[in-house]
């Protein structure tokens, strides 16, 4: 039976929600009222003159070649991104799930790269990847011959990227997909061992569809973390470059609100931005959740 | 009870009826700047000389982080109305801030507040960049600076040419020659680099050939104004850059700085333009070859004309009190003395804003003895500023240089011809510019 609480009063609950809902009123809905209604208007910077201008904002974005191909980038750039780092996730956890020693230890070293900020991350692949000065570069254009150059070549910037945004994200994979690997009973995998399905076989046919909700879980998060979170790597990587190659949605709106001081633009910019990430959490949670395994 | 209650009256009344002056602690004016480490440390010397100077005004300056930041706090300051009394901004933000409304134009200031500037005593290349269409100056232009070739001495040693002239430009033929041959005998695995594209090779380029950056006089005179790169001119040098990238003799290291000037660090390039403030940060790094620096390439067969500014200038906010006011031009008075000149220009590289400035460091011998000091002071005074030569006044410069560093990059990696990618960048730019104008409608 579940256990219910009831409360005697009939106001209390909205008083004990109250804090919460002020909270979300006023970081949330607020300023995003505010980031519609700026979209509708032309204003300087000083914020002396404002005029409004319907949907000319929003005209003038999906007039410009450039911003579809930045969606377009942004979409590359964050399956590019989850599925890296999600496989990886994966990979390393069912490892790390059958080492033997000093299990404790290896999975603390694995989860350490969460703790590094995006910015920090960025600056720490440059190093390595700059075509000038970083050291992984150098010795892959001397000693592998390949002409590389992310300064210069937008694959390669979004290569390093990509890299760049799932080595970070990779930790965090790992320790949902290690937790979710340790709820899978022992007794399913014995089983079938004893009927003589070998470790790979057993992966696909048990754990992987047992991982299932924390697979689409991960998914979600990865594709809202490239989104968003992975502005700092850009920021410090490319800054959008080369030719505009790596320049995704969130990073545009800083480019042209905060940096450009185009604030109409920057604007409508945001609310298709936040529109797409409503339309694609509905989408996974519409179809692809249909398809989770909740229980075994 | 009722006596103390009575002194206590009267002691307030004491106090109101004092002339403020009595107590009056120095009138406060904030400074928001972006200098930061070594420059950070002159500006905060700089201050604290002119607060030593006088006891009226204690100006406290304040890093706001790069140009961007502090320009955005600038702004949500204002907004906020809790803005300092000088704000520092960058130069491709001087329309942004001339047409907000939010400023007191620096030649108003002065002569409200009664001191006499004999602005003709300026390098009115530097001072052109901040002037409106009147000719009046709307900021006061605090650190300027203009970018100049440098390369590598020993390089050029090694294959037999001659060191280059610091006063006298080479054409770009002749870089297009000496690349070629540092190229072809492998002394240097590539020619030149450049820092900063848009600024050095199409603004610059432009001005120094007096060629419209963009119509009417550059965006001087009126909003409604359209770029005009895609001419057969700049059309020309961008296809011998890549035709040079092509062969090695140019390479390309990024936007900025930083990649570009570890590429000759490194020597993998013999020839580097960037900003005068290069020189300090190549004296610093530079350790196994020596090198000098030379005016910008021009073409042949041309007569140049001054090159253009970059860095930023100090804009007085409105909102504040007469008497704050007065303090803030004391202030920038003190500046532009010849004491903080040349302290400033020694220290950082940035150029002197006043003659009288420079003229008093050339007696003392200083150019003598820092040479390099000097090419970047003689390309910009070496011819009187024409309309297309004094600056660019564009709104949404930030996006434009942008475009244009895009573009180029395009040419560069080989996704477009330089004439699609000038032509692309100006359409681009134009939706910019035109939206630009209508907020301000």
Same mark, same amino acid.
């Given at each position: ?38 979209s509708?208007?032309?204003?300087? @910077? ?27 980038i ?7 991104? /989850? ?11 069912? &490892? ?7 299990? /404790?230890?290896v999975?603390? &070293?694995?989860?350490? @790269? ?32 390949? *002409? ?7 694959? *390669?910037? &979004? ?39 070998? @470790? ?8 992987f ?8 879980f ?48 920057? /604007? ?14 509905v ?14 | ?18 002339? #403020? !002056? ?14 930061? !480490?070594a420059?950070?440390?002159? #500006? ?8 030593? !100077?006088? =006891? ?19 702004? #949500? ?9 000088i704000? $520092?901004v ?9 047409? =907000? ?20 005593r300026?390098? $009115? ?11 009046? %100056? ?25 060191? %280059?002239s610091k006063?006298e ?6 870089l ?10 492998k ?10 594209? =848009? ?6 380029? !432009?001005?120094?050939?007096n ?14 104004? +359209? ?13 011998? %850059? ?6 090695k ?11 570009? +000037? ?24 530079? +350790? ?47 500046? =532009?003395?010849?004491q ?21 460091l ?29 600056? %660019? ?5 930030? $996006? ?24 692309d ?5 134009n939706? $910019?510019?035109?939206?630009?104008? +209508?907020?301000y409608?």
């Open positions: 039976m579940i256990k219910r609480s009831f409360f005697k009063s009939r106001y209390l609950p909205y008083l004990l929600i109250f804090p919460q809902i002020l909270v979300t009123l006023t970081f949330f809905y607020w300023p995003a009222i505010q980031g519609i209604l700026q509708f208007m032309l204003s300087d @910077p000083f914020g002396r003159k404002s005029t409004f201008v319907w949907f000319y904002n929003y005209i003038e974005l999906f007039t410009d070649p450039l911003y579809l191909k930045s969606i377009l942004t979409f590359v750039f964050s399956l590019a991104t /989850a599925a890296v780092s999600i496989s990886l996730g994966l990979f390393i956890a069912s &490892m790390a799930n059958r080492a033997l020693k000093a299990k /404790a230890l999975r603390t &070293m694995l989860i350490w @790269p969460y703790a590094v900020a995006p910015a920090i991350s960025g600056i720490m692949w440059l190093f390595l990847l700059h075509p000038s000065y970083g050291v992984v570069a150098l010795a892959i254009k001397k000693w592998m011959g390949i *002409d590389w150059n992310p300064v210069l070549y937008g694959s *390669d910037a &979004m290569i390093m990227i990509v890299m760049a945004s799932a080595w970070k994200e990779v930790s965090y994979n790992f320790v949902f997909f290690m937790a979710g690997m340790q709820a899978v009973p022992k007794s399913l995998i014995e089983a079938a061992a004893i009927d003589g399905a070998g @470790p790979l076989r057993r992966f696909w046919t048990i754990t569809p047992l991982l299932s909700p924390t697979f689409f991960l998914t979600v998060m990865n594709i809202i973390y490239s989104f968003f979170e992975t502005f700092g790597i850009i920021h410090t990587v490319t800054q959008g470059g080369p030719g505009g190659s790596t320049n995704i949605l969130v990073y545009k709106v800083y480019q042209d609100g905060f940096v450009g001081l185009n604030l109409g633009s920057s /604007a409508a910019q945001s609310v298709v931005l936040m529109s797409l990430i409503i339309i694609i959490t989408l996974q949670f519409k179809f692809v959740e249909k398809k989770v395994q909740y229980s075994g | 009870m009722k006596l103390s209650r009575f002194c206590l009256l009267f002691i307030t009344a004491v106090c109101l009826a004092l002339p #403020a !002056s009595a107590f009056a602690k120095p009138v406060t004016i904030n400074w928001w700047h972006a200098m930061r !480490s420059r950070g440390e002159v #500006a905060a010397k700089m201050i604290a000389d002119f607060n030593a !100077s006088q =006891s009226d005004y204690k100006v406290v300056g304040t890093f706001k982080g790069n140009y961007d930041e502090t320009m955005n706090a600038g702004v #949500a300051a204002f907004r906020a109305k809790k803005q300092p009394h704000l $520092q960058f130069e491709v933000g001087t329309q942004t801030m001339m047409l =907000s409304g939010a400023v007191y134009p620096v030649f108003e200031l002065m002569k409200d507040a009664g001191i006499e500037v004999d602005w003709s300026y390098l $009115q290349a530097v001072l052109s960049y901040y002037m409106n269409a009147d000719g009046n %100056l709307m900021s006061m232009p605090f650190n300027s600076s203009t970018p100049i070739m440098y390369y590598n001495v020993d390089m050029f040693k090694k294959a037999g040419i001659a060191p %280059l006063t430009p080479v054409t770009w033929d002749e297009g020659e000496i690349t070629k041959k540092l190229v072809d005998a002394i240097a695995p590539a020619g030149m680099v450049t820092a900063w594209q =848009s600024w050095t090779q199409i603004e610059n380029y !432009s001005a120094i050939h060629i419209a950056f963009a119509s009417k006089a550059n965006g001087y005179k009126g909003l409604d104004c +359209k770029l005009e790169i895609n001419n057969p001119t700049v059309a020309k040098h961008i296809e011998r %850059l890549k035709s040079w990238a092509d062969d003799r140019f390479m390309y290291g990024g936007q900025k700085y930083q990649g570009p +000037k570890s590429e000759f660090i490194a020597q993998n390039a013999a020839i580097y333009i960037d900003s005068i403030s290069g020189i300090a940060k190549l004296k610093k790094a530079v +350790k196994d070859f020596k090198w000098d620096a030379a005016p910008l390439p021009i073409e042949a067969g041309t007569k140049p004309q001054n090159s253009i500014i970059g860095g930023a200038s100090l804009w007085v906010l409105n909102g504040h009190t007469k008497e704050e006011y007065k303090g803030a031009a004391a202030f920038l008075k003190f500046l =532009s003395s010849n903080m000149q040349e302290y400033w220009h020694k220290e950082t590289g940035y150029f002197p804003i006043t003659i009288d400035a420079y003229e008093d050339k007696s003392k011998g200083y150019y003598t003895a820092n040479p390099l000091q000097e090419v970047g002071i003689t390309q910009l005074n070496r011819a009187i500023p024409t309309e297309i030569s004094r600056g %660019l006044r564009l709104g949404y410069f930030v $996006q434009i240089r942008n475009i244009i560093n895009e573009e180029l990059e395009m040419v560069w990696n080989g996704k477009k011809a330089p004439q699609k990618a000038l032509d960048a100006v359409a681009r730019s939706t $910019q510019l035109a939206t630009f104008a +209508k907020t409608k």
